[in-house]
């Protein structure tokens, strides 16, 4: 079975950084696609950030472009996400996102959640003002 933890949430003060986890069991993470999403109570899922298996292309939501990076480590089985100067409304629960090997991916389909075969528990984080 496929198993997506994240970890690293916390919280922070406006203008701090904090950089989330998200280690992937069960299967090679290699071929796959790798996205992360957030939550915040009372809105829709949205996405953050993704990063493709191969040729080292990154996608972000216009509202964290500039501030949060996404990376992984294929040795390690991880893709973090690092955030820097962290605002209020980046409060939310962080989810995890990976899609099946080989999955089809662009800026057009990655941010679609559907585009994602599997999800993580979430991490929380909140922004103090």
């Known amino acids: 079975q496929v198993q997506l933890v994240e970890s690293g949430g916390g919280l922070v003060q406006a203008g701090g950084s904090l950089r989330v986890s998200c280690v992937v069991s069960?299967?090679?993470?290699?071929?796959?696609?790798m996205g992360w999403f957030r939550q915040a109570p009372g809105k829709e899922r949205q996405f953050v950030a993704a990063?493709?298996?191969?040729?080292?292309?990154?996608y972000y939501a216009d509202s964290v472009k500039g501030r949060f990076t996404i990376s992984r480590d294929n040795a390690k089985s991880t893709v973090y996400l690092q955030m820097n100067s962290l605002k209020p409304e980046d409060t939310a629960v962080y989810y995890c996102?990976?899609?099946?090997?080989?999955?089809?991916?662009?800026?057009?389909?990655?941010?679609?959640?559907?585009?994602?075969?599997?999800w993580g528990q979430g991490t929380q984080v909140t922004v103090s003002s």
């Open positions: 996102a990976a899609t099946k090997p080989d999955t089809f991916f662009s800026g057009s389909t990655g941010y679609k959640a559907s585009t994602y075969d599997y």
């Open positions: 069960g299967r090679s993470f290699s071929n796959s696609a």
């Open positions: 990063i493709v298996w191969s040729g080292g292309y990154t």
